[in-house]
């Protein structure tokens, strides 16, 4: 992996308190790990923490920085994707510490010619401790409006 140096808001179709991301830290073809900081702003903490839950987003967020990176090494802004699910959510703690930094990084697994892919994700502290994993699934359509439209 080579170190990143692209802000966030560059590959991720998120703003304002919904981009959990704080930096991309390392890419390499089909990998990307980003550092997040649990923060306290309210939107998911409680007394401190972070529920385990939010671990999801966070590597649903990681998946989306790696589409928008492949997209913008080709010149073109990042997309909206749409999480289908997730198959083995292990998290190996209760909840997330406020402030405490975590490394979530996603590998490809698998991509279809029809925009479905499938994504091995890992949260780990930085000294590498596993916090949480799981395999995610996404579609990026290539027209939003046109995919809602057809399935409203």
Sequence with gaps: MT?????VSELVPHDGPMCL???????????????VVPRGDGLF?????????????YMAQTMAALAGWERRKTGQPPRVGLMLGTRRYQCHVPHFVVGQPLLV???????????????????ET?????????LLSAYQPDDLQDFLKEHA
Excluded: K, Y
């Design 126 to 134: 930085p000294d590498h401790q596993l916090l949480a994993e799981a």
């Design 3 to 7: 170190a990143f140096e692209l802000p």
């Design 45 to 57: 903490d409680e007394d401190g923490t972070v529920g385990a839950w939010v671990g999801l987003e």
């Design 105 to 123: 990084t996603a590998t490809r697994e698998f991509e279809a010619d029809n925009g479905i892919g499938v994504m091995q994700c890992r949260i």
């Design 21 to 35: 991301l704080d930096a991309v830290v390392a890419v390499a073809p089909d990998t990307l790990t980003a550092q």
